[in-house]
């Protein structure tokens, strides 16, 4: 059974900073891509960033330069660093893991989700 535990979400003012991380327990031999999507209220699920096995990564239109997505493979965590932030930044961030290898295949896997609010 794969599990993704995410952690470091929490109120934050506007310019502030926070660091989420997120860490897959279980028998997994490798996983390919590991990201972050969030989800404000009334809105679609949209791409934060994303991360290959290989360090190639990927963001939102609307990162601009803010965040920065990192990963350490002997760990099977990713994280997100996510600087200047704005008030429309607020919603839940999920973690996201693809083609996670197990005995039993692949799978792809997602967090429970941890809320980020920026707010003053």
């Known amino acids: 059974q794969v599990q993704l535990v995410e952690s470091g979400g929490g109120l934050v003012q506007p310019g502030g900073s926070l660091r989420l991380s997120c860490a897959a327990s279980?028998?997994?031999?490798?996983?390919?891509?590991m990201g972050w999507y969030r989800q404000a209220p009334g809105k679609q699920r949209e791409l934060v960033a994303i991360?290959?096995?290989?360090?190639?990564?990927n963001y939102g239109d609307f990162v601009k330069g803010r965040f920065t997505i990192s990963r350490d493979n002997a760990k099977d965590t990713v994280y997100l660093q996510m600087n200047s932030l704005k008030p429309e930044d607020t919603a839940v961030y999920y973690c996201?893991?693809?083609?996670?290898?197990?005995?039993?295949?692949?799978?792809?896997?997602w967090g429970q989700g941890t809320q980020v609010t920026v707010s003053s």
């Open positions: 279980g028998n997994i031999f490798s996983i390919n891509d």
């Open positions: 991360i290959t096995s290989g360090g190639r990564t």
């Open positions: 996201h893991a693809d083609k996670v290898h197990t005995i039993q295949g692949w799978e792809d896997y």
